[in-house]
């Protein structure tokens, strides 16, 4: 270790060494890296010192640097072992040679006779501070032996002269006076509010009238005196006086419900036809794969990777476990259709990238039943039409969001038409819940809003 560094020393490669910041490292830049905790010896003019290779790495950098220099540079990389003053001439003679030695700035050490001088001193300055430290606490006690006989004094005048105990007739005097003082107050208070709600000086004569008359006829015509029910119900302009229309309500509640069979006959009519036209104008949607749509974005727990798992089987596999079983993901399923729904067996689609496979054909997007939603409106960013705006897409669909217990909901999703499914990170057996959820409702959104796309059993 010590030739190395003498070696570096002597090719003048020391400011190109680095020092690790905790000090047991010390390397050169394309040599070796040395221990700088090791203790390493250095011999000049008969001394030998011993000294950690951190310590002399840091005295030899610089021999002419000051002692607070060099120790700070210690405390800055952990060097415990500070090179002393007296073996600073060693270690730099060893290293740098007999005339750095020489040139090296030495370190100021304080001589017996210096010493000797300076403790005379210090003792004299102790026995003089000693004396004055006497003489102020003898003129402390004097003065507080005055203090303490002055108050002595007055607390025997105190004594001589008591004071007589307060009377009722004195409490209530006085009790007297402090409300006097603050009914004044009162009162004044309440004056000066009088003062400031009067109307005096604002009185109203026929030269002011006259003198203001533009801008009362333009004022009276929009005023509505208040006074009965009549008055409150006047409007303002002459423009919406005519009431008929409540008189028609009224009158069409005081009469007898006679065609209440009638008219609850005319709107099932209706209701059905309505609904008939709705099946014609999407009949070619009978016999079509229901589509449902899943996110792309890798925060959402299920993706293409596990959605095959989840809705196909009702498990949740996580999408690394899912990657490392190298297995092709279906993207269609079949499921059992439940009996109330007229039952039979349906496949469903599942994608995530319906841009791209539903193309820009209406009908065919049509297909979409249900869309999974990550929680960003970017998600829909490039579908066709209203189908990019989440208040229409979640009118048209069956909107749901997944996500995973104890993660924050998305701010978008509470103001969007979705229902809302959550998965425990650790307990599989939970996982039918989420997915019953799902399922439920999809079916029964279906039978309401396209119930062309339900198997046609019976129909």
Same mark, same amino acid.
């Given at each position: 270790?010590?030739?190395?560094?003498?070696?570096?020393?002597?090719?003048?490669?020391?400011?190109?060494?680095?020092?690790?910041?905790?000090?047991?490292? @010390?390397?050169?830049?394309?040599?070796?890296?040395?221990?700088?905790?090791?203790?390493?010896?250095?011999?000049?003019?008969?001394?030998?010192?011993?000294?950690?290779?951190?310590?002399?790495?840091?005295?030899?950098?610089?021999?002419?640097?000051?002692?607070?220099?060099?120790?700070?540079?210690?405390?800055?990389?952990?060097?415990?072992?500070?090179?002393?003053? @007296?073996?600073?001439?060693?270690?730099?003679?060893?290293?740098?040679?007999?005339?750095?030695?020489?040139?090296?700035?030495?370190?100021?050490?304080?001589?017996?006779?210096?010493?000797?001088?300076?403790?005379?001193?210090?003792?004299?300055?102790?026995?003089?501070?000693?004396?004055?430290?006497?003489?102020?606490?003898?003129?402390?006690?004097?003065?507080?032996?005055?203090?303490?006989?002055?108050?002595?004094?007055?607390?025997?005048?105190?004594?001589?002269?008591?004071?007589?105990?307060?009377?009722?007739?004195?409490?209530?005097?006085?009790?007297?006076?402090?409300?006097?003082?603050?009914?004044?107050?009162?009162?004044?208070?309440?004056?000066?509010?009088?003062?400031?709600?009067?109307?005096?000086?604002?009185?109203?004569?026929?030269?002011? @009238?006259?003198?203001?008359?533009?801008?009362?006829?333009?004022?009276?015509?929009?005023?509505?005196?208040?006074?009965?029910?009549?008055?409150?119900?006047?409007?303002?302009?002459?423009?919406?006086?005519?009431?008929?229309?409540? @008189?028609?309500?009224?009158?069409?509640?005081?009469?007898?419900?006679?065609?209440?069979?009638?008219?609850?006959?005319?709107?099932?009519?209706?209701?059905?036809?309505?609904?008939?036209?709705?099946?014609?104008?999407?009949?070619?949607?009978?016999?079509?794969?229901?589509?449902?749509?899943?996110?792309?974005?890798?925060?959402?727990?299920?993706?293409?990777?596990?959605?095959?798992?989840?809705?196909?089987?009702?498990?949740?596999?996580?999408?690394?476990?899912?990657?490392?079983?190298?297995?092709?993901?279906?993207?269609?399923?079949?499921?059992?259709?439940?009996?109330?729904?007229?039952?039979?067996?349906?496949?469903?689609?599942?994608?995530?990238?319906?841009?791209?496979?539903?193309?820009?054909?209406?009908?065919?997007?049509?297909?979409?039943?249900?869309?999974?939603?990550?929680?960003?409106?970017?998600?829909?960013?490039?579908?066709?039409?209203?189908?990019?705006?989440?208040?229409?897409?979640?009118?048209?669909?069956?909107?749901?969001?997944?996500?995973?217990?104890?993660?924050?909901?998305?701010?978008?999703?509470?103001?969007?038409?979705?229902?809302?499914?959550?998965?425990?990170?650790?307990?599989?057996?939970?996982?039918?819940?989420?997915?019953?959820?799902?399922?439920?409702?999809?079916?029964?959104?279906?039978?309401?809003?396209?119930?062309?796309?339900?198997?046609?059993?019976?129909?």
């Amino acid at each position: 270790m010590a030739d190395t560094l003498k070696e570096w020393a002597d090719a003048g490669k020391l400011s190109q060494a680095k020092l690790s910041s905790d000090g047991t490292a @010390l390397s050169l830049d394309g040599g070796s890296t040395l221990d700088a905790t090791q203790v390493i010896e250095a011999t000049a003019e008969g001394k030998t010192c011993r000294y950690s290779l951190a310590s002399i790495y840091l005295q030899v950098l610089d021999p002419n640097q000051g002692l607070m220099t060099y120790r700070n540079a210690c405390k800055a990389h952990g060097v415990k072992d500070i090179v002393k003053p @007296l073996d600073k001439p060693t270690v730099v003679s060893y290293f740098l040679g007999a005339d750095a030695a020489a040139q090296a700035v030495p370190e100021k050490v304080p001589s017996p006779s210096s010493t000797t001088k300076r403790q005379s001193k210090r003792n004299e300055r102790s026995s003089s501070e000693h004396r004055d430290k006497h003489r102020s606490s003898h003129k402390r006690s004097h003065r507080e032996s005055s203090t303490s006989s002055i108050e002595k004094k007055s607390v025997e005048k105190k004594k001589k002269k008591p004071k007589a105990p307060m009377t009722n007739e004195q409490l209530f005097s006085n009790l007297n006076v402090v409300v006097d003082k603050r009914a004044a107050t009162e009162q004044s208070s309440q004056e000066e509010i009088h003062k400031a709600l009067s109307a005096e000086g604002f009185d109203v004569t026929p030269e002011l @009238l006259q003198q203001h008359v533009a801008s009362l006829d333009l004022i009276l015509p929009l005023e509505i005196p208040v006074g009965n029910s009549a008055s409150i119900l006047r409007p303002a302009t002459a423009v919406d006086r005519d009431f008929t229309r409540v @008189l028609d309500l009224y009158n069409e509640t005081i009469k007898p419900p006679t065609s209440s069979k009638h008219k609850s006959k005319q709107q099932q009519h209706k209701t059905k036809s309505a609904s008939s036209q709705r099946s014609a104008d999407r009949a070619h949607l009978i016999g079509k794969k229901p589509v449902i749509v899943l996110p792309k974005g890798m925060s959402s727990p299920i993706t293409m990777a596990n959605g095959y798992e989840f809705f196909a089987n009702a498990k949740f596999v996580p999408r690394d476990a899912r990657k490392k079983a190298l297995q092709k993901t279906p993207t269609t399923f079949t499921r059992k259709v439940a009996t109330r729904l007229g039952g039979g067996v349906m496949e469903y689609e599942i994608m995530d990238n319906p841009s791209t496979k539903l193309g820009k054909d209406a009908s065919e997007w049509q297909r979409i039943v249900a869309v999974i939603a990550l929680g960003a409106s970017w998600q829909f960013a490039d579908w066709p039409g209203q189908y990019k705006e989440p208040v229409h897409l979640f009118g048209r669909t069956y909107g749901f969001y997944i996500g995973m217990e104890g993660d924050k909901l998305p701010a978008d999703v509470e103001g969007w038409a979705v229902r809302k499914g959550m998965l425990n990170r650790d307990k599989r057996g939970l996982d039918s819940v989420c997915y019953a959820t799902f399922w439920n409702g999809l079916d029964e959104w279906m039978a309401i809003h396209k119930p062309e796309m339900l198997p046609q059993i019976g129909r």
